[in-house]
């Protein structure tokens, strides 16, 4: 079930145990908890404004609220991965809970885990957004639900230590207010963005620093207020455009755009295509300069870059060159072989150095989870370690096993 019809089934206990059921079918619930809340909450009565299939539908937000411009700022995330975070967390009766992004039935869904002798405190930089889920909480009966109006890169330190922080906001960095906020064994769980991929991941202490426990593929709107990302984008043309992160990467727009007037280089790995997602995490944190390719249709169907640019593609650049990944039918590989196509003058290191990747990932780690995680707070070491991202408060590493 991705979508219920509302003619087929108006009921909303019909709705949410039909979602209920599919969520487990996927193993997006995987715990009694977890299902017994989710079966708990009436959802609808977190989104007023929108139909019933829709609110119960699994894979599909909630605009909650939008800019002058249209720019969605608020939703309410989808089930299915509501369902995953939840899960990862692992609440348990009693525990303290702090939420930061308030929608209003995740904190529902947080209550009904921790029970009567729980807390939950959720916070939003938002008022409009905090009275909102005020609102739907105790219309809900959520009464129990502390609401907070504050920028939640500060988190809540009067409630302090937590037994869970749980943010669910695109977040580009871990400030020192959600790691001190945390209990001995607390768990942070995070939708955390590195040049322009997210990962809802759990961290647990180790030491001084936090190591994942697990990570999945993960779409929330951007944290707003001092926490926001620092983001630099070159626009090549027309439907074109290339961001990035991290500080280290070149991102000169002419140079760029001049390199996509050059011919195409084509490189072929022989290695299987699979796991888009596993395998762009990796070129993310191991190529070494990354940015995200992104193009509209116009610009593909012209094409000017492949299809891959669509969703967004992890493209290797210089300061007058680029690279990224494409596909091509190949039965010998299993279905798809990956490939890489660059431009420029220095095109062929670019491919060189974007195809033994694509072999790597391929042999070493095709499959899901292989990823491990570490967040490191305090001044960056210099120099960085392998896979660093660095970033305002600490820096992100990743190693694959």
């Known amino acids: ?46 989104a007023p404004e929108a139909p019933l299939s829709l609110a119960y539908d699994l894979h599909s937000t909630v605009p909650v609220k939008k800019d002058e411009h249209g720019l969605v700022l608020s939703v309410m995330s989808a089930a299915h991965l509501q369902a995953v975070m939840l899960e990862q967390a692992g609440i348990e009766p009693g525990m303290k ?9 995740n904190a529902a869904y947080l209550q009904e885990l921790v029970g009567p ?3 939950v405190t959720t916070v939003d930089i938002d008022r409009d957004i905090v009275e909102r889920a005020r609102l739907c909480l105790d219309e809900a009966g959520y009464t129990q639900v502390k609401t907070v109006v504050a920028d939640g ?112 280089l084509e490189r072929w790995s022989g290695a299987a295509y699979d796991l888009p997602d596993e395998l762009d995490l990796y070129l993310t944190l191991n190529l070494s300069a990354v940015a995200r390719l992104h193009a509209d249709k116009e610009a593909i169907e012209r094409r000017l870059v492949e299809a891959s640019a669509l969703l967004g593609v992890p493209a290797l650049v210089s300061e007058d060159s680029i690279a990224y990944r494409t596909r ?32 790597r990932w391929a042999h070493d780690h095709r499959r899901r989870g292989a990823a491990t995680f570490r967040y490191l707070p305090g001044p960056a070491p210099s120099p960085l370690p392998q896979n660093a991202v660095p970033r305002r408060h600490g820096i992100v590493t990743a190693t694959w096993n």
């Open 1 to 46: 079930m991705t979508a219920l019809d509302g003619a087929t089934v108006r009921n909303p206990d019909e709705l949410r145990a039909d979602m209920v059921r599919t969520l487990r079918d996927q193993d997006a619930i995987t715990s009694e908890p977890v299902a017994a809340a989710f079966s708990a909450v009436p959802r609808h009565r977190f």
């Open 97 to 105: 809970v702090l939420e930061i992004g308030s929608g209003g039935v």
């Open 117 to 119: 002798g729980g807390e």
């Open 153 to 264: 890169e500060s988190g809540v330190p009067d409630g302090a230590p937590y037994d869970r922080v749980i943010v669910t906001a695109a977040a580009w960095d871990i400030p020192p207010s959600w790691i001190g906020g945390l209990a001995e064994k607390g768990r942070l769980v995070v939708p955390l963005t590195v040049c322009g991929t997210t990962r809802s991941i759990a961290f647990d202490h180790d030491g001084d620093s936090l190591i994942s426990r697990s990570y999945g593929l993960a779409h929330f709107v951007p944290m707003q207020g001092e926490g926001a990302a620092e983001e630099r984008k070159a626009m090549l043309r027309d439907g074109v455009v290339v961001r990035t992160d991290n500080v280290r990467v070149p991102l000169s727009a002419p140079a760029l755009n001049r390199a996509l007037d050059a011919p195409r």
């Open 328 to 359: 091509r039918e190949n039965e010998e590989t299993g279905g798809y072989e990956s490939g890489v196509v660059a431009h420029g003058p220095q095109a062929e290191a670019l491919a060189d150095e974007y195809a033994h990747l694509l072999r």
